[in-house]
């Protein structure tokens, strides 16, 4: 749909899955969570299910699909766990995958914007609210046990509490002014947007002007798959698995070294370049009364003006604060009490049973 020219649009909402982002499709960024957060079974389980996932979204039960899925993703995960993986892995996918017409068209609202998602909330929030710019993110909620783990059960996800969320964020301003959204084949589309007064529909063509300000990129991520974990790349990753660890087996355990020229003829055109960089000038030197941070600051200006890299005003505490949410300082642990001596009497008969 073409944009009409940017207006004073006040309050936005917005349907993440196949509008803001460009696929629908929730399946990778669930694979994303049980490999991060649990590791390659759960994976691989989740894969397994997927052509029933599939087969409940042909059916029309995509509710039901994505439920399934959250379960076997997250049931009995650690909350941080989640919450870890949705604030360093997930975004760096997302933002991938944005629409940059549609998210011009909600970014340039200066009032309030809302994003709808099928996914848990905990999922969207954080690329939603920093990268986004969204003020607020509705979508089904994760429930938890007494321990602080997933349950699995998702709760709030149908059209009806969308709707009744959506309504009750804007019951001061009366009417969103725009929603942005697919107008068949989702439910959650379907539940806000005869809520706005304008609406936009995919495919998205860019106004040939915009208010919105510039996209901020994910800078920091710490996720160990690269590519995006579609059915066809998690099979390509779980069928590589079990080849690369025994590579690596025959390799560092074996020492086998005659092995390595034939790993690097694989690559038809193997190219190195090296670059020679010019020696500091003496006035950017610590002999010249520079500080060791102030050397250090200019050579990686350098080294990235070099590489093609651009420069940032992040700092180590900034990187703590996205990757782990703290500050990277590690508070020492008290000190033990001491055990009490039948409990030092038991562990020696143990030792003495099992040794």
Known sequence: MVMAPPRARRFVVAELEGSLLRSADTFPYFMLVAFEASGV?????????WPLLRLLELLGRGDL??????????????????????????????ADDVDAAAWEAFAGCEGTRVVVTRMPRVMAERFAKEHLGAHEVVGCELEYSRLKRSTGVVSGGDGDAVADRVRALFADSDRPDLGIGRSAGSEVARAFLPLCREQLHPPFTAADTTTAPPFRPVIFHDGRLVCRPTPFMSLVILVWLPLGVLVAFVRIAVGLMAMDPIFFFMNPRPVYEVTFLNQLPAEATCAAGKSPVDVANYVQRILAATLGFECTSLTRKDKYRVLAGNDGIVNAKPPQAAEPAWQRRAKEVLRFLLH
């Not at 079974?41 to 299910?49: C, D, K, S």
């Not at 699909?65 to 076997?72: D, G, H, I, T």
């Not at 995960?77 to 604030?87: G, K, L, Q, T």
């Open 41 to 49: 079974p759960r994976f691989a389980a989740l894969l397994a299910l």
């Open 65 to 94: 699909s994505l439920r399934l899925a959250a379960f076997v993703a997250t049931a009995g995960v650690p909350r941080s766990e989640i919450e870890a993986v949705s604030r360093a892995v997930l975004p760096k996918f997302m």
